[in-house]
């Protein structure tokens, strides 16, 4: 079975600074998904950034790129000039392409100072 | 389009009740899913459908929880009787089989089982 791993449970930066989150998977499967779910307040759960695990590129989203370590079954996500708004609890999550399950990690709550 | 439908927002009833949460899909995905959020298990898939039909019941909790998708926009969580440790965040979450695992999320209902 897939886990993931996310080993920050809180973490905090100032406006306007880059901050990154960390997250780590196991599997034995060569190809799938990875996504970085964003859970402001309103409970709403907001998909920031996915990728491919047979793209080498790292995927970018405006202020939100991650860096993919396939090898290290890693999968951290970067926030750049961070918003007072990117305060949220962000969870990673991991999908077989054959598949539909979405595996979410623990989460990190991210707190954005003014 | 209005995105993933839950009702209602917030459910609040006593031990041995029957409860139904409600999900209206966005138009035109064929697959959707019901996740739990709890402090202690974090989000967990309980039950996802494809083309109305129940595809992966695996993490229906027991027997007590049953779900239902008479068609193509409507799908029903019932719970009964309920418990206080059914007291959850719970999903809705859609996708379309045309575009890669992106599933999109409700806004949850908040269920509080005294």
């Known amino acids: 079975a897939q886990t993931v791993t996310q080993s920050q449970p809180e973490m905090s930066v100032q406006e306007a600074e880059t901050v990154t989150l960390s997250c780590t998977y196991d599997?034995?499967?060569?190809?799938?998904?990875l996504f970085w779910y964003k859970q402001p307040p309103s409970r709403q759960m907001i998909l920031v950034i996915r990728?491919?695990?047979?793209?080498?590129q790292n995927a970018t989203e405006n202020r939100f790129s991650v860096n993919f370590q396939k090898a290290a079954k890693s999968f951290s996500l970067k926030i750049s000039d961070s918003q007072l708004g990117d305060t949220a609890m962000y969870f990673c999550?991991?999908?077989?392409?054959?598949?539909?399950?979405?595996?979410f990690g623990e989460g990190t709550q991210l707190t954005v100072n003014p | 389009d209005a995105g993933v439908i839950q009702s209602p927002r917030h459910e609040v009833t006593e031990m041995g009740q029957e409860v139904t949460l409600r999900c209206k899909p966005i138009?035109?995905?064929?697959?959707l899913f019901w996740y739990r959020q709890t402090m202690m298990r974090g989000l967990e898939l309980l039950i996802y459908?494809?083309?109305?039909?129940?595809?992966?019941d695996s993490g229906m909790p027991e027997d007590r929880f049953s779900a239902k998708m008479p068609n193509a926009s409507f799908s029903t969580l019932k719970i009964q009787p309920s418990e206080p440790r059914d007291s959850a965040v719970y999903f809705c979450?859609?996708?379309?089989?045309?575009?890669?695992?992106?599933?999109?999320f409700g806004a949850g209902t908040r269920l509080s089982v005294l």
């Open positions: 599997t034995s499967e060569s190809n799938y998904y």
């Open positions: 459908f494809n083309n109305n039909v129940p595809i992966d």
């Open positions: 990728q491919e695990a047979y793209k080498q």
């Open positions: 979450a859609s996708r379309s089989s045309g575009v890669k695992n992106i599933q999109y």
């Open positions: 999550a991991f999908m077989e392409t054959s598949g539909s399950r979405l595996t």
């Open positions: 138009s035109g995905h064929d697959y």
